[in-house]
Every structure is written in C-alpha cells, then in structure tokens.
C-alpha cells in the first residue's frame, strides 16, 4: 500500500476526529446548567485531528523508509531465494525482476531464475500493506481516543491548538535556517579538502585556470588552480556589461510607468516588463547565441575589428542585462510609488518642474528600495549558468576586450561537477572553492543592501 493511500487514510481518520470531538463539544455546551466553554466546538475538533494526523503521519513516514527493508528480508528469509547467487549484484538484479512483476511494473521476469521470486515478494507485500492498514488505524485510534477522552467544558483546547500551530510554524523557520547552515556547512568541507591540496594564494590570487582532472591528485600543478581570470569574467559579464544595460533601463522605465505613463497603458506595460523575469534562462541563452552574439560579431567586423569571435562577453552580458531588467524596475517601480503625493505636490507648488521633482525628490527619497533591486539584480547575475554557457563560451581569459570569450565561476561549477572525475581529485573539488566564494561575494551584496538601505531609509507617515 503506498504512502499516499495510507495519507489519505490518515486524513479521513482526521476529519472525523474533528467531527465526533466538534459535536462532542456542541454537547457540553447543550446541557443544562453547563458551564461556558474554554474554547470554541471548533477548536476541540482540530485538537482531536492533530492527535490523529501528526502521530500518524510520523508512523506512515517511518512505515515508508522500512516496509521495503522488511519486504527484502522477508523475501530473502523464504526458501524460494536459496538459490540466490552470493554475488551481491546479480542477486539484487533478480530480486528486483521478482519484484517489479509482483508490484506489476513489469509483465513478465527475463531471467528464469527470478519466476520463483516473485510469489514471495507478492506475499511479503501483502502482508506489509496490512500490516500498514492495520498500524495506520491502531495509532490514529489510539492519538484520536487519547485526545478525545481529555475533551471537558473546561479544557482549553484553543491554546493548545495554537501552540501546535506556532510549533509547525517553528519547525518551518528552522528548516530553512538548517538547509543554508547545510549548504555552508558543506561547502566550507570541500574547501578546506580543496585547500589541503592547492594553496589559498595560488587559488584566489593565480592568473591561469586549467584544471586536469586526469591529472595525479597526489601531487596537482598549483599553477592551474589561478581563479582570477573566472572572477574577473563573472564581475566583467554580470555586474558591469549587465548592469550597464539593466540599472538604465530599469530605473527609466519605472521612472516613465510611474510619472507618465497613462494608467491604461500602466496596466499594459508593466505586466508585460514582468513578463521578463518569468522567462527560463535558457531561452535567453539559445537567444543570445543565436541572435545577439552572431549580430555583435558582424558589427565589429563592420567596424573594422576582424578578431571578434562568436562568443563574446558583450553579447552574454547584454541578454542578462536584459534578463534582469524586471528586478531593477518592479523594486524601483515600488520604491518611487512609495513616496508620498505630498512630496510631490509640495515640490511642484514651488516651482519644480516634474523631471527636476523626479531627479531631487523621489528618487532621493526612493533610494533605498532602488539600491536593494540593483544589488538583487547583480547577485542574479552573477549566479547566472545558461546564458555564459551558450554565448560566452569556455575559456577564461583575463582580458578587459568585451569582444572576447569569457567564462565564470557558475560555468566551471558545471563543468567540474558533471564531468566523470572523482571527487577526491583537487579539479573537482575546486568547484566547491568556487561555490564558497561566490556564496560570500553575494552575502557580502546583501548586506551592502541593506546597509543601504538602513542608511537611507526614511519613515513616511
């Protein structure tokens, strides 16, 4: 019986606890001379139900991870799988023929010696669906009585009920914090691995980047580990090439959909800006590729400039910019709206004109919540695979021409985490090294942010 089932099961369980306590209540305060209730009829219900729900949805998750354990060792404990072969591949190969027929994802078993396998495996998956059915109804019967049995006129069961609430609201919060304390965690171990191997200076200060994965782990070439020419072209690509096409049109557009655009062509327009941010990045990369990059290359051959190549930086920096246009207007579309009329109102009543309120007044005043989409933005980009991958190509030179190749640090991310290499070697783990310090340059940008915006920030009544 899979685990969905037996949800559902727990489910149903829970919504009549919640009826059979609900009207359990509705009694208490029907008879005479009762007193007034603690809580609400509807509050004792949910009570009942979580004693039901919680406890069983526990079991069913423990259930879950050992029915199939117990299913192989019941099989394995049966005289049919004495004949099982010792090697460990070849039996686990026939043991899962024999039990993809009995659970029937497949028709028939191809190696003979699997056929007598599979009644055992039918057994052992009845008797584990009954015992499941059956665990299922003994621990929500035994939640939902416990519960149930506590139900008095005086019992407080909305406190209760909102401290469960406040619990799982907890539990939430934390795995939150626990899955980032994870990521760190993990990052900084490979580091440290990566670190024991190749030198911090020569990783974070070297100018070459060529990692051998065939190379002797034992004794790697620190020169190949300079991680200078990567940073340079994740800085170079998304935060100065993107920002130079994002923060301009960005802000002027919010500019324009909050000063002058009619508020019939608002609806229209800002929508469809939106509409950027929703599209996937490899869209943008298949459009920088063949759009954007082959249209640059010809016009600087145009130019005069013959050593322009099919990947550039400009070409990949320019689709992100445009990708990112939408962070930088909907934060600087929200801040500028913000500002109150009166501001406004008080700047024109003296005079200003609106591009001289515009440029004095609210973007001042709006400054804050601009700062924080721009910084949003270029962590956005920096983080970007797909668009470097297709248009800006593979190689890391250290080099200040746009028209170049360039790559970054999420380019060798994927090329060092999805290639065969083991990962004890220094090649593969040089992708944690860059994991981590691009993990503390974008923490290091949210909390310029916000910086910023403390700084900043004015109160407005």
């Known amino acids: 019986m899979s685990p969905a089932i037996l949800l559902l099961l727990a489910v149903g369980l829970g919504v009549a606890g919640w009826l059979a306590a609900r009207s359990r209540a509705w009694t208490f305060k029907r008879q005479e001379g009762a007193e007034r209730l603690a809580a609400l009829p509807t509050y004792h219900g949910w009570y009942v139900a979580l004693w039901i729900i919680v406890p069983l949805a526990v079991f069913i998750t423990i259930w879950a991870s050992t029915a199939p354990y117990l299913i192989d060792q019941a099989v394995l404990a049966s005289p049919a799988a004495a004949e099982l072969p010792s090697f460990g591949f070849q039996r686990d190969a026939l043991l899962n023929e024999a039990k993809s027929v009995a659970t029937g994802a497949a028709p028939t078993v191809f190696n003979p010696a699997a056929e007598g396998l599979i009644e055992p495996f039918r057994a052992a998956i009845d008797q584990s669906n009954l015992i499941g059915f059956l665990g299922t109804l003994v621990v929500g019967f035994l939640g939902g009585t416990w519960a149930f049995l506590r139900l008095k006129p005086d019992f407080t069961a909305r406190t209760r009920v909102e401290r469960a609430v406040m619990t799982a609201l907890l539990i939430a919060s934390l795995v939150a914090i626990l899955t980032t304390l994870g ?19 020569d990783f974070l200060f070297g100018t070459h980047w060529g990692p051998d994965p065939m190379s002797n782990p034992e004794n790697p070439d620190p020169t190949r580990y300079g991680a200078i020419p990567l940073f340079w072209g994740t800085i170079y690509i998304g935060a100065i090439i993107a ?86 207007s ?42 924080a989409g721009i910084m949003l933005a270029i962590s956005r980009a920096i983080g970007e695979t797909m668009i470097v991958v297709m248009a800006a190509g593979a190689a890391a030179n250290l080099t200040g021409n746009p028209l170049e190749a360039m790559t970054t640090v999420t380019f060798q991310i994927v090329a060092m985490l999805t290639g065969e290499g083991s990962f004890d070697h220094p090649a593969t783990l040089s992708a944690f090294a860059l994991g981590f310090v691009l993990f503390l340059v974008t923490l290091g940008l949210n909390f310029v942010a916000l910086r ?8 407005y009544e």
């Open 183 to 201: 990521i760190v965690v993990s990052l900084v171990f490979e580091t440290v691995r990566f670190f024991g191997m190749v030198s911090p200076m």
């Open 243 to 328: 920002m130079i096409v994002a923060i301009p049109l960005g802000l002027m557009s919010a500019i324009y959909l909050t000063q002058y655009a009619d508020p019939r062509l608002r609806a229209w327009l800002k929508p469809a800006l939106e509409i950027l941010a929703g599209v996937p990045t490899v869209v943008y990369g298949y459009f920088a590729a063949l759009t954007v990059a082959p249209m640059v290359r010809d016009a600087a051959v145009a130019i005069g400039i013959t050593s322009a190549s099919s990947e550039s930086a400009l070409a990949a920096g320019l689709v992100m910019g445009v990708m990112i246009i939408p962070f930088v």
């Open 330 to 371: 909907s934060m600087a579309d929200d801040s500028i709206a913000a500002v109150p009329q009166a501001m406004r109102d008080g700047s024109l009543a003296m005079g200003a004109t609106t591009s001289e309120t515009i440029k004095r007044v609210l973007v001042p005043a709006a400054l804050p919540g601009i700062v």
């Open 452 to 459: 910023v915006v403390k700084r900043f920030r004015e109160a």
